[in-house]
């Protein structure tokens, strides 16, 4: 069995968990600021987010092949932590988005509740190391991805294309 794409991909997440951290911290620290850079930051927080969601996906999608206790038990502690970032980022960037994200939705539901639910099947599994459905999952995974990048095209024809 190769284990090295789950490391490399370990490896980035364990970045991305890092980079959360920061922005995090940047955008919860403190009153917004508005300038003319917030609309560049944010869609670029948001880009991040949604790579974010793709690479988790690709974690959990390897799992399937791994019998290693410690490392399946790190992939999912990593891709835990980086969920329980994003649901706590993507609101305080909301709040500065040029363009609306409370309307996005993911199965009927808000995309972060959605993404909440996600959080909540990782964390329980983390415990079993085992997860119920993880092709189930990794399409939840996908399509949150997928509904933050719509959202950041049409945010960005509308920053770069104002009526």
Known sequence: MELLPLHFLLSRLEEDVEFQQKLT???LAGPPRYGPETARTVMEALRRLSDNLRL???????LEEVN???LKEEA?????????????LLPAVERLSPFFLEGLRVDEKP???KMEEVLAEIESAVEKLELSSTRELV???????QTLECSLKAG????????
């Open 25 to 27: 911290s940047t955008y």
């Open 56 to 62: 988790i996906s690709l974690v959990i999608s390897e």
């Open 68 to 70: 290693e206790r410690e």
């Open 76 to 88: 999912l502690i990593l891709s835990s932590e980086s969920l329980s970032l994003a649901s706590v």
């Open 111 to 113: 995309l972060l509740e």
């Open 139 to 145: 399409e939840t995974l996908e399509r949150l991805a």
């Open 156 to 163: 960005e024809r509308l920053i770069n294309n104002p009526a």
